[in-house]
């Protein structure tokens, strides 16, 4: 066998990708390489090795003992990377550079966007990446490096601030009498508790539709598809909608903007979340669902 000191970064990370997905297919596509270039280049990385490192089965790739000890290498490697990333972020002097921004679509359609633009207004040679995603994303990994995220229960490895309670209530279309069908969020949302809501007020045979996104289910209660729970600061300025009833105190959870400890104190991260902060506290009124949101 070769030593590690012939492998590159990129054959680790191939390999590491191929065992995660199952095959080369969707580990191609998640490197932004072709199935071609993929598979030329683990055949290269074994016949180096002298050693194979995935069974092909029917199923897909399976790594063999020595595919997941280059897979534990790369993990171990990816950390390292993640860590050295955070702490060069955390010796900036100046709010300059990238920073990677997550939150969900709902948060990104009437609230972040203003914010965005005063932040980068204040801070020109600040550049964001906005990842829209409804899961939350890995910030010990840099996948992003600030989240803002509704939560009644933050990350313990998190640190960050809460801005606000996010009200709920049931909404339906403001011109029609109620919708005697019901549309609600899917399962796989916040465990399930959106879902259990309307199943416990409507029934099983009353919901015509489950969506796994707020925005979705918002299109879905404007359209007369059916009545069905929002986020108020999302529903209370659609002249579309009305609201059905008081505040659900059970669907109620938090706003929060959060980001990883290694990062707390670097200094773009700290302007954006002491800006974002600064927009968001006059909104609470909005977001708790006592005013409209403007």
């Known amino acids: 066998m070769i030593a590690n000191s012939d492998l590159a970064w990129d054959d680790f990370r191939l390999v590491k990708a191929v065992a995660e997905r199952g095959g080369l297919t969707r580990a191609a596509a998640h490197l932004g390489i072709n199935h071609s270039t993929a598979f030329r280049r683990l055949a290269q990385i074994e016949a180096r090795l002298h050693v194979r490192l995935f069974e092909r089965l029917r199923t897909g790739y399976r790594p063999t003992p020595a595919g997941e000890a280059m897979v534990a290498a790369a993990a171990r490697m990816e950390t390292d990377v993640a860590d050295f990333g955070r702490t060069v972020a955390g010796h900036a002097q100046n709010p300059a550079g990238e920073l990677r921004v997550t939150a969900a679509a709902s948060f990104v359609d009437g609230l972040l966007m203003p914010i965005l633009a005063g932040f980068l207004a204040r801070h020109p040679a600040m ?49 029609a ?113 006592r005013v409209p949101l403007r």
């Open 127 to 175: 550049h964001v990446d906005v990842v829209v995603a409804e899961e939350a994303l890995n910030l010990s990994r840099r996948d992003a490096d600030v989240a803002i995220r509704a939560s009644s229960d933050p990350p313990a490895n998190l640190v960050g601030r809460r801005l606000s309670g996010l009200a709920w209530a049931v909404y339906g279309r403001a011109e």
């Open 177 to 289: 009498a109620p919708a005697r069908a019901w549309v609600g969020l899917a399962e796989t949302v916040a465990g399930g508790r959106f879902a259990r809501f309307v199943a416990h007020r409507a029934g099983s045979d009353r919901i015509a539709l489950r969506l796994d996104t707020v925005l979705g289910l918002r299109e879905a209660v404007v359209a007369g598809i059916g009545i069905g729970p929002l986020p108020c600061y999302l529903a209370d300025s659609c002249p579309q909608l009305r609201r059905l009833g008081e505040i659900e105190p059970e669907l109620g959870a938090d706003l929060w903007l959060l980001t990883h400890p290694d990062l707390r104190h670097a200094v773009r991260v700290r302007a954006f979340m002491d800006f974002a902060t600064e927009a968001i506290l006059p909104l609470r009124p909005a977001l708790e669902g």
